[in-house]
């Protein structure tokens, strides 16, 4: 039997899935139209979908870690991996860190070099290249201030696709594991 190419895609949040570069607490979130058919092409492949966000507004007492857990669950994920930090604070699951998806990978026995990261923002990008993840930036929520404006922050890492938005993210994915090749865009 072959060797998957992907055994999980590890989703951002916000920007990403819906809503915009701006945190929207769970209930007032929405999903861009096309996401629960692109989540659901993932899952028919035969991928574990991780959610894996940062949520400092969790510290500040304006949410619960449980409510965005529940939302993301409710999306179809298998996981969600949360930090519910502030970037001042220190902690190692904070992206640009790649604490939460090392977690993931530990507890659900993944190889990261065979995941995909697709998120809209330059922390979501360097997590993945520092875990070794196949990186997929998306241009909605705050993907063009990522490619552009904050590009700095990030030279030493490069995007595997730039997508339009997260369904053409997961056409390329689709692509992917399918063997079809794909120029980078």
């Known amino acids: ?45 035969g991928l574990k979908l991780y959610g894996f966000t940062n949520q400092p507004g969790i510290s500040r007492g304006e949410a619960t870690e449980e409510a965005f857990r529940i939302e993301m669950l409710e999306f179809g994920f298998d996981g969600v991996y949360i930090c519910p930090h502030q970037h001042n604070e220190g902690c190692h ?48 929520g705050a993907g063009n201030a990522a490619l552009n404006e904050y590009r700095n922050k990030w030279l030493d890492t490069v995007p595997d696709y730039i997508a339009g938005d997260f369904a053409d993210a997961v056409t390329y994915i689709e692509q992917y594991v399918r063997g079809v090749e794909e120029p980078m865009i």
């Open 93 to 140: 699951c904070r992206k640009p860190n790649p604490g939460m998806l090392i977690r993931a990978a530990q507890e659900n026995n993944l190889d990261l070099s065979k995941c995909a990261v697709i998120g809209d923002r330059w922390t979501d990008m360097v997590a993945a290249d520092r875990a070794g993840c196949m990186k997929v930036l998306v241009m909605t």
């Open 1 to 45: 039997m072959r060797e998957p190419k992907l055994q999980a895609v590890f989703i951002d949040r916000d920007g990403t899935l819906g809503g915009s570069d701006e945190v929207q607490y769970p209930g007032f979130f929405e999903l861009f139209p096309f996401t629960p058919g692109a989540l659901n092409t993932l899952k028919f492949m």
